[in-house]
């Protein structure tokens, strides 16, 4: 697919939703609901009624579970400063992926999260983030690039680029979330620093700090936390640096104040708090594929075809749901990003 | 329940009375004692029946009912395992009398993880995933064959089995090391990275796997069985 910076923005494709579909074909949110619940109810009869309440919802997996039990987006909706030039809110209950698949609730978003800089469970991040301040954050951009630097966040990023993207974010642990990230092309601050001819890929460090982060405190993992890329990922138009989600600044235990997303690779690569960008020659050693190389690989891309030696990749659960859904060759993304991989054998190269 | 003896009247009267009052005591013991098993036994399912119902199991709540599941299952086989142990330690011998009901609470939370959380609500009857799981993954094949140990030991768990079975009853219970020590490998081959409650639960296991050793080779060199 063609990279043209101007041209992206104003494609639909899978990026963002439309969202100049008339108000008057959207069905109002109560009767949708309404209809979904009825449905729900008639499907599974009285028995339904007697599940708990996530299960429920989970039994209703197709509709979005705003105005039920939990909100959908962050009430009160104020961006930050950094991540909203300008860009509206929206009526995040009405956004869906290119799929059709509605996203997940805000509160599951930033509650159930791995990111063993504040613990190793799921909840831990959420508690132990709340004190870490993101500001003031400085990125140094070196390696192999004819322009190095050392950027204040707020010079870093590119503000004319930001926008926002719904995509799936699939674990390698076999569940699934569809977040609305905020966030501006990868691509942008690469072609800024110039890498060399020789560079073959970006390598990406979280910011080492026990005493901000207390998951580091124990060697869990090689502190700090690097992830990479291969050059031509690192520039594919889906690849992006977050810096919100669901319309405002990343919360600290989502990756504040800046992360990686790549949609179609599992989400260990996607690593946040970055604070480090450095163009090599050498594939560099990522932290789970050195933790543990039989298991995590450097591509990681998302492959039901290629099991993980301890579970099955063929399905996940999309966090909400409550059967698991088929998982998706490249998470979804194979006709955007399969010919970076022609002519690789996908099973050595896990 | 019966009456515990505190009329004056009952108190030192004769030998065979107050020989009645301590049996009646120890009764009262062991019922309290057992209450206070089921109490324990129930109180997991309770709470996570309550945090399900509530909400409260976090984004992932399969994912949450099956893991909390199975690290009960792990709690009450080492109880169990630590109730012989303790007994010798203390002398306390009303303590067998709740080793059989911690040992089904441990099997029932066993099944309540494989059967209910895993079978059921994780993978939803899709055998063919099922059977790919067991047969292929180590992690789960040996947490299934630790789950397929305890059955004929919770089958047999009635007073009319341990009389039928006799010598053998023991040698078959013997089985419940092998399934706590596969359970305890199933849990640390599960995890990604962080191997300290496995390690710990290991560490458990292994002391009273030492006092069992300790209590046969040196306390009783000529003592057999367990």
Known sequence: ?350 | MTQAPTSPLALGVDARAAKLGESVLRRRRVALLRAGVWALGLWPTLRLGWLAWRDGLGANPIEALLHRTGDWTLVFLLVTLAVTPLRRLTGWNVLIQIRRPLGLFAFYYASLHFLGMYLVLDQTLDWEFIWEDIAERPFITVGFAAWLILVPLALTSTRSAVRRLGRRWALLHRGVYVATALGLVHFYWKVKADTFWPLVAIGVFAVLMAARWWARRVARPVARGT
């Open chain 1, 1 to 350: 697919m063609e990279t043209d910076d101007a041209s992206n923005l104003e494609r639909p494709m899978l990026i963002r939703r439309p969202d100049d579909i008339p108000s008057s074909e959207i069905t109002p949110e109560h009767v949708y609901l309404n209809r979904r619940r009825f449905l729900g109810a008639a499907a599974a009869g009285a028995a339904l009624a007697a599940l708990p309440s996530r299960l429920r919802a989970g039994l209703r997996s197709a509709a979005p579970r705003a105005g039920h039990d939990r909100a959908h987006g962050p009430s009160g909706g104020v961006a930050g400063r950094a991540t909203a030039p300008g860009l509206p809110q929206k009526d995040w209950s009405k956004v869906r992926s290119e799929l059709d698949e509605p996203l997940t609730p805000y509160e599951d978003v930033t509650t159930y999260n791995n990111y063993y800089e504040f613990g190793t469970l799921k909840g831990d991040p959420v508690r132990h983030a709340q004190d870490f301040e993101p500001r003031p954050w400085s990125i140094q951009v070196d390696g192999l690039c004819a322009k190095p630097g050392h950027y204040d966040l707020e010079d870093f990023i590119v503000p004319s680029r930001i926008e926002d993207r719904v995509y799936r974010l699939r674990c390698v642990e076999a569940w699934s979330m569809v977040v609305p990230w905020r966030g501006f092309p990868l691509k942008d601050v690469i072609d800024r620093a110039e890498p060399l001819g020789s560079a073959r890929f970006v390598e990406f460090t979280t910011l080492y700090d026990p005493e901000r982060m207390p998951g580091q405190r124990r060697a869990v993992l090689d502190w700090p936390y690097v992830e990479g890329l291969r050059l031509d990922e690192a520039r594919h138009p889906l690849t992006i640096l977050a810096t919100g989600l669901y319309g405002r600044d990343l919360p600290n235990q989502n990756g504040a104040p800046l992360r990686l997303v790549v949609p179609w690779k599992y989400g260990f690569k996607s690593i946040k708090a970055i604070v480090r960008m450095r163009f090599t020659e050498e594939m560099p050693a990522t932290t789970w594929a050195m933790a543990i190389p039989n298991e995590y690989g450097f591509f990681a891309n998302v492959n039901p075809e290629v099991d993980h030696p301890r579970w099955s990749q063929k399905r996940e659960r999309r966090i909400g749901e409550l059967r698991r859904r088929r998982t998706l060759p490249f998470n979804g993304y194979a006709e955007q990003v399969a010919s970076l991989y022609a002519g690789m054998d996908l099973r050595r190269w896990f």
